[in-house]
């Protein structure tokens, strides 16, 4: 019901952004085999229909990411107008993690907004080491 809310708008929100349209048959096939899927996009949640399958399945469920670093350092100076201030958070580093690792799969189209640290990045690419691009998504995949 809630993606039925949502598409139009995802749509809409990931066009614009660059362009393109997305490989939708390419992302479900990529997605064939996951029982969870994280993103770091609401749009490509619903889009690639993964909201209902991580509902379905009982798995977690993050629609804001980076929405998240508001609540995860709380009480640390961090500055938010220095580059992408979440580098230093390590609260948010390690709920990303979680996050981004708690399935099969994980789809990013945001990746400098995201504010991934080096070795963040390392630690999702180590669960999830299989990389394909699909247009302006990187799909991340456990090794089978």
């Not at 039925?4 to 660059?18: D, G, H, K, M, Q």
Request: some cysteine; charged content about 20%; proline content about 6%.
């Amino acid at each position: 019901m809630i993606g039925i809310l949502f598409a139009p708008l995802a749509a809409i929100s990931l066009l614009r952004l660059e362009g393109e349209t997305l490989p939708l048959a390419d992302l479900e096939s990529d997605m064939s085999r996951a029982r969870c899927v994280s993103a770091d996009s609401p749009a490509l949640l619903v889009l690639t229909s993964a909201m209902r399958r991580n509902l379905e399945h009982g798995c977690s469920l993050v629609v804001d990411p980076t929405g998240i670093s508001y609540d995860t350092d709380r009480g640390r100076r961090l500055t938010p107008s220095t580059g992408n201030w979440r580098l230093g958070a390590p609260g948010y580093q390690a709920a990303m993690l979680e996050w981004y690792t708690s399935g099969d799969a994980a789809l990013f189209v945001r990746p400098k907004s995201d504010g991934l640290t080096a070795a963040t990045q390392a630690a999702i690419e180590r669960r999830l080491p299989l990389e394909r691009g699909r247009g302006i998504v990187t799909v991340r995949l456990a090794a089978r």
